[in-house]
């Protein structure tokens, strides 16, 4: 082949200089190493002769002992594990031994010497203390043929993650676990949607539903996986004794009409209000039902004559009107109840039967409230009256295990007390904590007990129904409100009743008493092959406070990760997103979080679809920055191209 003249000489002078360039460099960094051998030994011979070594190597020594102990002890309990998480449960045990004493000391002392202070051993427990003591000393490590290796245990939380949520999403590890809501149950073509956008996880809610509507949602994710080629599994809640508030005297039939006003009172807007045939039974709550001849014979511009409960004569003016329909406007605040009379020049009608008003307690710092086990609807109180509030608690029993100066946190924190007192009616409750202004409680909100050992069972035949559609359609069942892990055991005895036993099982860490005993929760869970755990941080956060939920949510992260099981990161993620639309900025830097997790909890609401896909979006770039607690070093691009 010719070549233009000259070429091939400047080609032969570029490889001479490249060659010149790279024996220069070599003979550069010969010189260098010659240089700093001699330092090199120096700091060999003064590292062979540090005084602390061999305190250090002892207490390396001694922890490698305390775990091959723990493991003896614990080897009736992990004997009983399936056999896919034997090797889980020994990692599990010697995490608890490294974690039984304080090693910060150690830690820094690895540090300062340029050697792994152990904060990242949580998969490979024992190959990571034995590979630190193996290098404090010059040696090699001598890792036995059981002890799992850094990639093997790597690998362990890969393996049992895929095995309970199915194959991971290209660009992320973190799966998306939606709840369903009820419209699920007859709306395919939301199914599909939510399944198209981004969901691996459809979580069917079993506090709320029957079972013929659980079938057809858990029907519905199946027929989407197939027709978007997107693998969707399907995980069932046990409810759980949830202890919830009773009911409370109804309110008044009534609808307030309140215009809007400027600062001066003066109005500035209608209130609007819809009148509807009273033969309708879905029609909005705060409608007014009346006869449906009479809303026929009304044309806009008519002005209607209304008499309210306080007896103030107003009047309304229609606004819109169809033959089922009108729409009608009020610029004076009025009280409209079940049978007030409407008139529009001579022709009169009752307004229909109205939907109650549901009443609520209002209670202050140092107000009184008796927590009993009777039922029937309290009459409402208010901070200020006299006497004290009463209101019913729907578990009993657990009114019966409590003793004076425990805790009693009400409607997710929204107040707190304490029992002052056992009585024969029941609990007395001194409010600690409340709104300035007094704080409302009302039917069904929540009743937790952080400090009673409550004697109520997690499973019971009442949930043999959801189990039963759990075992035909779903992949994995959660348990709500584990207390120990004589739970588990239970649950295990009920999914055997009924033909579960392939059932992923999902553990819902929102009790502090599950917190205390999560390792031996663990041990028991692992008897199962498929399991995971979820932290419920609402009712967690609740229990444990919120000033301690990230501490108790890491010490669970390292716990679960020791384990090689997945995590749930739940409760309140993108919520804001979901409901309105819009994200808030915490809840976005929360979201950010969740790439820590296996799986992540998006919470039913009108915009869901649209935090999916926000979510898919945060996970993906995070993805690139981050693996549990391992930072991912990444080319810090946005910087070094402005350079």
Known sequence: MSTPSGQSTNLDHGTSEAIRAVRLVGESWRTLLDTVRPRLGSLHRRSTSDPERPAISAELAALETLMHHLEHVHGPEIATVHADHVQDAVNLV???????????????????????????CEPHVLATVESVHAALEGREPHLGPATLSFEEGRHALDRNTDALFGPRPPGRVPRVMVTLPTAAADDYMLVRHLVARGMDVARINGAHDDPDRWERMARSVRKASDETHRHCRVSMDLPGPKMRTGPLLDGPRVVKLRPQRDLRGVPIAPAFVTLVPESDSDHPSRALPVDPSWIGRRHPGDVLDVVDTRGSPREIRVVEATPKRLVVEAWDTAFVETGTTLTCAGDATRVGMLARIPQCHVLGVGDLLVLTSDLEPAAPWRHGQPGYARIGCTLPSALEAADVGQRVILDDGKMTGTIDGVAADGLRVRILTASPKGSRLRAEKGINLPDTALPLATVTDADLPLLEVAAAHADMVAVSFLRNEHDV???????RRVGGEHLGLILKI????????????????????LVGVMIARGDLAVEAGYERLAEVQEE????????????????????????????????????????????????????????IVVLDDILRRMSGHQRKKTPLLRPLRSWVDTA
């Not at 010697?94 to 990242?120: I, M, N, P, T, W």
């Not at 055991?489 to 999914?495: A, F, I, M």
């Not at 808030?584 to 935090?611: F, I, P």
Request: proline letters at 4%.
């Open 489 to 495: 055991d239970q649950v295990h005895e009920y999914l």
């Open 510 to 529: 929102e009790t502090t008493a599950a917190f205390a005993r999560l390792p031996e929760i663990l041990l028991h869970a692992m008897r199962s092959p």
């Open 94 to 120: 010697h995490y608890l031994a490294l974690r039984h004493e304080d090693v910060r000391q150690l830690q820094r002392k690895l540090g300062e010497r340029g050697l792994s202070s152990l904060g990242r």
């Open 556 to 611: 669970i992260l390292w716990l679960c990760e020791a384990a090689h099981l997945p995590v749930i990161w739940a409760t309140e993620v993108l919520d804001q997103l979901a409901r309105t639309g819009q994200p808030s900025r915490a809840e976005v830097t929360d979201a950010a979080m969740s790439q820590r997790a296996e799986c992540v909890m998006l919470n039913k609401g009108a915009h869901v679809d649209t935090a």
